[in-house]
């Protein structure tokens, strides 16, 4: 049975949650490999809506859940969601990386910060401390799991991040201190070395689900950099955000929105203003998980999805959103940019080139047909049920990206997909 990677191609929110859990249904583990509580996945269970940032998703059906040492862990939702997932399906067979980091309440303070001090090239983060914690990380003073079970190791550590940071004196680490070592009770028995145990799955045959956070668009190396998050978040960083060879990734499903969106500061440019635009917000409830946020909205843009398809080395699609786009007349696809003068096919690498792109855009029909009980009637008639413009819109997509599309969203519940 294959590692399957779940990657989005967008900016995020593109419904990796569904397809993780979708994918997940049989899997031995579910298992998150990148980012940290300001990445929310969310799917509609048993007309339940269901939202995790930490533990995977998938891990509603899946045997095990996994959380890889190249998370960012903030306790407190840890613990919540943990919680939450015992409810659903009583005791959790939760894997925690010893070498996982933990995100502490100054980075959040420091995220804050940091954030305001960059005035009008603010970023646009969640303020869930990210981004310090990160920096901690690379700095080699950042706290990880395994520090929470060396006490004297941990104390040091903290003094050293209240010094570096200015934030405080030996009184306020002992408050982390205590603050740290009274969750501990609650997760001291998850903890592991996690890379072995993935590797030892699949080795015996069992599948594994790996569970990317945000958008390939989103990269810290990669992505439309500074509006970019503080981790790695494409399908190369798997390996290193599980702890396991390369060769245990043997298949990347990455999952494309019908259309665009993207939340706080950056380029957008097949941006959709006006009233369409909050009328496809609303249709698609396009909200932030983490933080309610409004998102942007934009039709969908092929040139970035080439070049993420390119980089993450997709080997299928999963196109979620579609029935958010039925009732318009007309549905734009962005298939090059025109930039100073030039039309190009090539993704810019840089937000200020990419501010001057002029999208040149295909006009399909749009279609009808995907809303009520019609949806369940879909679903059950597989591809051949989809209306006829919406299959020409999956195969034009197919035939610009050279991937084929083989799973397709057609509503918010887990299971309404249809398999091409």
């Not at 900016?11 to 997940?24: A, F, H």
């Not at 005035?119 to 969640?126: D, E, L, M, N, Q």
């Not at 998850?190 to 390939?216: K, L, M, S």
């Amino acid at each position: 049975m294959p590692g399957i990677c779940v990657i989005g191609l967008q900016w995020g929110d593109e419904g990796k949650g569904k397809i993780s859990v979708y994918l997940s249904r049989g899997a031995k583990a579910a298992v998150r490999f990148n980012g940290g509580a300001n990445a929310g996945h969310a799917v509609r269970l048993n007309g339940r809506e269901l939202k995790f940032h930490i533990i995977p998703i998938g891990s509603v059906f899946a045997d095990s859940a996994v959380i890889g040492p190249g998370t960012l862990i903030d306790l407190d939702v840890l613990i919540d969601e943990l919680r939450k997932l015992e409810e659903l399906r009583g005791r959790v067979d939760l894997m925690i990386s010893e070498r996982a980091h933990v995100v502490l309440p100054i980075h959040k303070s420091l995220d804050s910060m940091w954030e305001e001090s960059r005035g009008a090239r603010r970023v646009g983060t969640t303020g869930r401390g990210i981004g310090p914690a990160a920096s901690d990380r690379y700095a080699r003073f950042g706290v990880r799991v395994v520090d929470l079970l060396e006490r004297e190791t941990l104390r040091e550590k903290l003094r050293t991040a209240l010094a570096v940071h200015h934030l405080g004196d030996g009184e306020r680490s002992e408050e982390l201190y205590d603050w740290l070592v009274s969750r501990v009770p609650v997760i001291d028995s998850y903890v592991r070395d996690v890379g072995p145990y993935v590797a030892g799955v699949i080795d015996q045959g069992g599948a594994v689900v790996y569970e990317g956070a945000q958008g390939t668009m989103l990269d810290i190396d990669h992505g439309t950099y500074p509006y970019v998050t503080s981790s790695h978040t494409i399908a190369s960083f798997v390996p290193l955000g599980v702890g396991v060879s390369p060769r245990y990734v043997s298949r990347v499903v990455g999952v494309v929105k019908a259309y665009t969106t993207r939340v706080g500061g950056g380029p957008l440019p097949t941006e959709i203003e006006g009233e369409l635009g909050a009328i496809i917000r609303e249709r698609g409830h396009e909200y932030g998980t983490t933080t309610g946020r409004p998102r942007r909205i934009g039709w969908l843009d092929l040139v970035g999805l080439r070049y993420a398809a390119e980089l993450n080395g997709v080997d299928e699609l999963a196109l979620t959103m579609v029935d958010v786009l039925s009732g318009l007349n007309e549905v734009k696809v962005c298939v090059k940019y025109e930039v100073d003068g030039k039309t190009t096919s090539r993704y810019p690498s840089t937000v200020e080139r990419l501010s001057r792109v002029r999208p040149v855009y295909q006009v399909l029909r749009g279609w009808k047909g995907l809303e009520g009980e019609r949806v369940r009637e879909v679903i059950e008639e597989g591809y051949g049920g989809l209306p006829v413009e919406a299959r020409r819109y999956v195969e034009f997509i197919e035939e610009d990206l050279g991937v084929k599309i083989r799973l397709i969203s057609v509503g918010p519940g887990h299971n309404e997909v249809v398999v091409k």
